[in-house]
């Protein structure tokens, strides 16, 4: 295996370039030819890691003081001579850790890397390592050598010479892309940590300990399917491992080894690195010591240890969780690698064969555990996602802006992300449906009259087919036109692929009488026959083409129409509801609503078949009305989807009741719901007061644990003196949170949003609006009730509960968009309010 033995990420929409000769570096030296696989040997030397300390079992090389090379990002230090053990020196003493500061004390020390786990803070120990050196040294000096051994890797890539490789230029120029992918994939980001974790395995990695606690465990061979790109390497680099005395890992976003091919990082998805997420004190999974660790500005300046087969030592929650999750928060949202609890990496680890749905209250991770799991999957399925690819849905624009980062910065750069809106976007929206209107053509009834009006179109041959083929004349009757067409229905085919096959089913039958005849007509006669204009015709006449749109707009126009196909599915009140007052002219002129998108969406689906993907994740599921779910199912239909939600968030009209429904409606009535209960985001002052809310809006549902005390965390504040008075109070309390580190949300019903706006404005505070980035400069993000799901702030300032509640048509949407706004803060939440609260909430 060589450093850069990775397929390299397929290309699409160019075919695979199958490289079938050798690539030859520059040096003269051949690397293998396996089709799409780079190979670049021999491999530069790299410095590697200090000797682990007595009784520490690893097979990494031992440290050589002579390699000189400069790690990629190493300190400066990195060219001195160092001595093992105190490697290097200066950056010891510069990188010193600082003393103690209390996690999410005010006083703790700017981080400005989004990978960065947490401030510094007291370093557990005594460390797993023994021996005379400091740990935290010894883990920098193998930080510090894996970002050497990730460049020496890109550096053999980038030293690939491709040019007696390929046959043609498109072919090079496909390489070329997937080099310069690959390149980029293997960039060593300044403030993103190359590992995040270490275990210590008590046995040799892939050991046989038959009786050993945990002889269950993953070995690392065996991860993934492993047909492809990245993973093939990893895997197969992970499992050098298999037969050696390792019991070592380090744990990262992504696999670096070293000049042996020996791992020096894994990656965090191979299946040796699973007990990092999994294993516990009651079932230890053979790890003896798991080690997490914490960043400063891309520095490593903490970690900490449990210490899992140790009886005596009790589960503590880990501090570095609770530093990652209250870290403010500027810029887009951020990945939790790091820190992924069991729950969740039971979901992110699931089959991809399977659906899974999951239920979580507000902030238990859902979002995260859905874009982890594209990931993992990404690494284990590469190949067959590659081909059939993943789509991950969002509710809106700015939600989807968001989360966009996340995917990337596990580097998955190929996801797709999109709106249910966007998936359906065949014509313009430029309309709006009342609420009662927009329920019925999101109903699933709606599917059934769809299906009708489409194979209305079909209509009974009344005319025999007549085909002239030089002097001789072939009829097909009438009656046998209606077994073909009678045939083609019952197949249950799509209407555009029936309709695709008619000709050579009539065809077919003129072939038969010419045999019956005594002539030989071969495929061509056939294809011929297809082709005559008397065939044609017939098609034509019989099964005409259809087009979506127009066919929904009649629908939407025609009463007579619709009554035809909507007969005992839709109430004539209903039938009323959805039909235009005003009927437009054309498609183009049509002011078409979302609804009528997904409507289209449908009807297009009944005419040609949807190219289903392999993997789709569908965020804030709950808000779905039963004919989009089916316009998302028919993009996962032949492979699977992570549906994730929350009952008790529905704002719609058309919310789901029931995950059982909403399942079907997407075609997965098999898949599996899982419940998330345990709350990162919002503290639990703050939880158990929006939990109030539960029993009227979504009784039965469980209320959200959040892992994190924060008192203090909660303030709710009467204004007197009406509106003009809350909006100064609300002015100054956002300023009051803009004092503190992070990010501030301001979260007010739509319609007080200009009044708001202009309050700022006129106090001189810019703001900004949902979707726009938060940066250290910019804090202040301006939030309509309607766009704040899924969106979350360090600190949040709600206005006016009652306002929130009454923008919405009946009480327990306002109510249910109120315990959205409830649950967005991190850190802290400010209410004020001048209109009395809603009863729920006293
Ligand atoms: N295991 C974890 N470690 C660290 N942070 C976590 C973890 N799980 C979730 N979080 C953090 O908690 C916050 C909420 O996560 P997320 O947005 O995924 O929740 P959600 O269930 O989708 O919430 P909502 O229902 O409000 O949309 C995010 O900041 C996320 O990074």
Redesign the pocket.
């Known amino acids: 295996m060589s450093p850069a033995g990775y397929n390299l990420p397929p290309c699409p929409p160019p075919p695979r370039v199958r490289v079938v000769k050798e690539c030859r570096r520059p040096d003269g030296n051949r690397t293998a030819d396996r089709p799409g696989v780079i190979h670049a040997e021999p491999r530069r030397p790299v410095p590697v890691a200090p000797p682990r300390p007595a009784g520490s079992r690893t097979r990494r090389p031992a440290y050589s003081p002579e390699a000189k090379t400069v790690p990629a990002h190493a300190p400066d230090s990195a060219t001195t001579p160092r001595t093992p053990g105190t490697w290097p020196p200066e950056q010891q003493s510069r990188e010193e850790p600082e003393p103690a500061v209390p996690v999410g004390s005010a006083d703790a020390p700017d981080t400005d890397g989004a990978s960065d786990t947490a401030g510094p803070f007291d370093i557990a120990g005594p460390s797993g390592i023994t021996g005379t050196a400091d740990p935290l040294a010894l883990e920098r000096a193998h930080l510090a050598a894996s970002r050497a051994a990730l460049r020496a890797m890109r550096e053999d890539v980038q030293a690939l010479d491709i040019s007696d490789v390929t046959a043609n230029w498109v072919n090079a120029a496909v390489l070329e892309s997937q080099i310069e992918a690959r390149v980029k994939a293997l960039a060593d980001l300044a403030h993103t940590p190359l590992f995040f974790g270490r275990l210590d395995y008590l046995h040799a990695i892939g050991a046989e300990k038959s009786g050993a606690p945990g002889a269950g465990r993953p070995t690392p061979s065996g991860a993934a399917d492993t047909a492809g790109v990245a993973d093939m390497a990893d895997t197969a680099a992970t499992a050098d491992t298999a037969d050696t005395t390792d019991t070592t890992v380090y744990i990262g976003r992504r696999h670096v080894h070293d000049t042996d091919g020996d791992p020096m990082v894994i990656d965090w998805r191979a299946p040796v690195s699973q007990p990092f997420y999994r294993a516990s004190k009651k079932d230890p999974m053979d790890v003896g010591l798991r080690r997490r660790f914490g960043y400063t500005a891309g520095d490593l300046t903490a970690y900490e240890d449990e210490r899992l087969s140790e009886p005596g030592e009790a589960a503590r929650t880990s501090k570095l ?1 609770q530093a ?2 209250e870290r403010p ?1 500027v810029g887009p ?2 990945d ?1 690698v ?4 069991p729950e ?1 990496d039971e979901i992110v680890r699931g089959d991809l064969g399977g659906t899974v749905c999951v239920q ?10 859905g874009l982890h799991r594209v990931a993992y999957l990404l690494y284990a399925h590469r190949e067959r996602l590659a081909r059939t690819g993943t789509l991950v849905v969002g509710p809106n624009a700015s939600f989807l802006h968001y989360i966009e980062q996340v995917l990337p910065a596990l580097g998955e750069l190929e996801v797709r992300q999109s709106t249910v809106a966007d998936l359906v976007a065949s014509v313009e929206v430029r309309g709006t449906d009342p609420a009662p209107a927009a329920v019925v053509k999101g109903d699933a009834r709606m599917a059934e009259v769809l299906a009708r009006a489409v194979r209305s179109h079909v209509t009974p041959p009344a005319e025999p087919v007549v085909v002239v083929r030089g002097s001789r004349r072939w009829r097909v009757p009438a009656y046998e036109l209606a077994e073909l067409v009678e045939q083609l229905l019952a197949r249950g085919m799509r209407y555009g692929a029936a309709r695709e096959a008619l000709p050579q089913r009539i065809a077919h039958a003129v072939l038969v009488r010419m045999e019956e005849a005594g002539e030989a007509p071969d495929d061509r006669v056939q294809d011929a026959v297809a082709r005559n204009p008397a065939v044609k015709a017939a098609v034509k006449a019989i099964w005409p083409p259809v087009d979506p749109a127009k066919l929904v707009l009649r629908l939407l126009s025609d009463a007579e129409f619709l009554a035809a196909h909507a007969e005992g599915v839709l109430t004539a009140e209903e039938q009323r509801t959805i039909l235009w007052v005003k009927p437009p002219r054309s498609v183009r002129s049509a002011k078409w609503s979302a609804a009528d998108a997904v409507l289209i969406d449908e009807a297009a689906d009944l005419v040609a078949r949807t190219h289903s993907l392999g993997h789709v994740v569908l ?2 599921a709950q808000d779905l009305s039963p004919m989009q779910y089916r316009a998302v199912g028919r993009r996962c239909s032949t492979g699977s989807a992570t549906v ?1 939600g ?1 009952l008790a ?1 529905g704002t719609t009209p058309w919310a789901t009741a029931s995950w059982a429904e909403a399942l079907r409606h997407l075609g997965k009535p098999e898949a599996a719901v899982e419940e ?1 209960t345990a709350g ?2 919002v503290p639990r002052e703050v939880i158990a007061y929006a939990s109030r809310l539960l029993p009227v809006i979504s009784p039965g549902l469980t209320e959200v644990e959040s892992v994190r005390e924060s008192p203090g965390s909660l303030s709710v504040r009467r204004v007197e003196g009406g509106e003009p008075a809350l909006t100064v109070a609300v002015v100054e309390a956002c300023v009051a949170a803009l004092t503190r580190e992070g990010s501030t949300g301001l979260i007010a019903a739509d319609a007080r949003v200009p009044a708001l706006a202009e309050a700022l404005t006129a106090a001189g505070m810019p703001y900004l609006s949902p979707g726009e980035e938060t940066t250290a400069d910019a804090r202040l993000t301006l939030v309509p009730a309607s766009l704040a ?2 969106l ?1 702030y360090d600190y949040v300032v709600l206005d006016e509960p009652a306002a929130v509640v009454a923008g919405e048509p009946d009480e327990r949407t306002g109510l249910r968009r109120l315990y ?1 706004a409830l ?2 803060a ?1 850190s802290g939440l400010t209410v004020l309010h001048a209109a009395p609260l809603p009863e729920a909430l006293t």
């Not at 790091?338 to 609890?341: E, L, V, Y």
């Open positions: 969780l990652e999750i928060r949202m951020r939790i790091a820190t992924i609890q969740q979580g209250g507000p902030g238990t991770g859902k979002t995260a555990v965020d804030e994730l929350d968030q998330l990162f985001r799901k899924g979350e959205v649950t967005r991190v």
